[in-house]
């Protein structure tokens, strides 16, 4: 089955083995099956999902979920924040904050300082 492109010289070949619909319905058809593996192209280069943590379905699912729903959030916080940018861009700015927690780990240093002064007190000298 072969397509006329408007911006460009060649037609575009299409193979299928559905032959009752018409070619347009076909054409758009793989237009939006180009739109889908662009959006996962994206998520693989962007959201770090090049290869599967497991192997069930359940597992691909879930991962495939899980990025799909990061994507959401992204674009849901770029319009709530009002990003001019680029998707990747604001990934790119989010991705060192996102599992920082200054409070917590501020806390945490307070507690291993505290310990490690408590242990220096209680323990005693080796080599005095």
């Known amino acids: 089955m072969t397509v006329a492109r408007p911006d460009q010289s060649t037609p575009l070949v299409l193979a299928t083995n559905d032959l009752n619909s018409p070619t347009s319905v076909i054409a758009q058809r793989y237009k939006s099956r180009w739109q889908i593996e ?14 599967f943590l497991g192997r069930s379905e359940n597992a691909v699912k879930i991962q495939i979920l899980s990025a799909m729903i990061t ?18 861009m604001l990934l790119a700015e989010l991705r060192p904050n996102l599992f920082m927690r200054p409070q917590t780990q501020a806390i945490m240093k307070r507690r291993r ?14 080599f005095s």
């Open 113 to 126: 300082q505290e310990q490690q002064q408590e242990f220096a007190r209680i323990q005693p000298r080796l």
């Open 71 to 88: 994507y959401a959030l992204l674009l849901i916080h770029s319009a709530a924040s009002r990003f001019k940018g680029r998707l990747w």
């Open 38 to 51: 662009l959006f996962f192209k994206w998520i693989e280069q962007h959201l770090n999902l090049k290869t």
